[in-house]
């Protein structure tokens, strides 16, 4: 059985798209069960990361001396994003550009700050633009998408990455770094976490507020693992 080494952006989907295969059809095979229990979400996987490939050969009739058509479907899947103001609150009710394989989708976003819809299962970039003002001219939100690019919760660049895309001002590097110690006390401070040694910590507020200075070591844990993968599967 051939396997697929893992990619950066790469997640079951686009895998399958890859090969003809439904992503769900992969993530149940007996195959794939280690990385099953490893990787629970199937659209959230990790470079290095292999998934087995079980090949199917398909077969359709067809007239003998004459040319025939075949339609193969592309498979989509659904993008989800929120946004949320620097307090955490939802922006309902937005207009929002959303340019994903060359086609626009526009919107305005659910109560909840959702943007959902269909796009194609392999892209893995795209653009999103948001006006908090139906009046201004030009969007207060105008970003390049990373579509599968985030990695699961158990590596430091999951958790980076998260606290970024929630506002906390860190760089998905893979390393402990200054910023990433301010913005784990930040997120501590906000969702009344303990913490996780005794150096000094971020006050409650808007996650964009000087913290105390980082002057220690502090582990990400599992409490932050635990709230910040809630935070996003409550999305």
């Not at 990619?7 to 095979?29: M, P, T």
């Not at 201004?136 to 990373?146: C, M, S, T």
């Not at 906390?168 to 303990?194: K, M, Q, S, W």
Request: aromatic content about 6%.
């Amino acid at each position: 059985m051939p396997t697929h080494p893992v990619r950066q952006g790469e997640c079951l989907s686009s895998i399958g798209w890859r090969y003809g295969l439904e992503a769900k059809d992969l993530h149940v095979h007996p195959a794939n069960s280690d990385l099953k229990a490893k990787r629970p979400y199937p659209n959230i996987l990790a470079p290095g990361d292999v998934v087995e490939i079980e090949l199917k050969q398909k077969w359709a009739p067809a007239a003998t001396e004459r040319l025939n058509s075949f339609v193969l479907k592309r498979p989509k899947v659904k993008f989800r994003i929120v946004l949320l103001n620097p307090r955490e609150e939802p922006y309902q009710g937005k207009r929002f550009e959303l340019t994903v394989g060359g086609k626009k989708r526009v919107g305005k976003t659910a109560a909840s700050g959702l943007i959902e819809c269909d796009i194609p299962a392999q892209e893995q970039s795209g653009h999103l633009r948001v006006w908090l003002d139906d009046d201004d001219p030009e969007p207060h939100i105008d970003k390049d998408l990373a579509i599968g690019h985030l990695d699961p919760i158990d590596h430091v660049t999951g958790v980076q990455a998260r606290l970024e895309n929630l506002g906390y001002g860190c760089t998905a590097n893979g390393e402990v770094d200054e910023a990433t110690l301010i913005a784990l006390r930040r997120f501590r401070a906000r969702h009344d976490l303990p913490e996780a040694n005794q150096s000094a910590s971020a006050e409650v507020g808007d996650p964009s507020a000087d913290p105390a200075p980082a002057d220690a070591a502090e582990p990400i844990d599992d409490p932050v693992r635990g709230k910040l993968q809630g935070l996003y599967e409550a999305r």
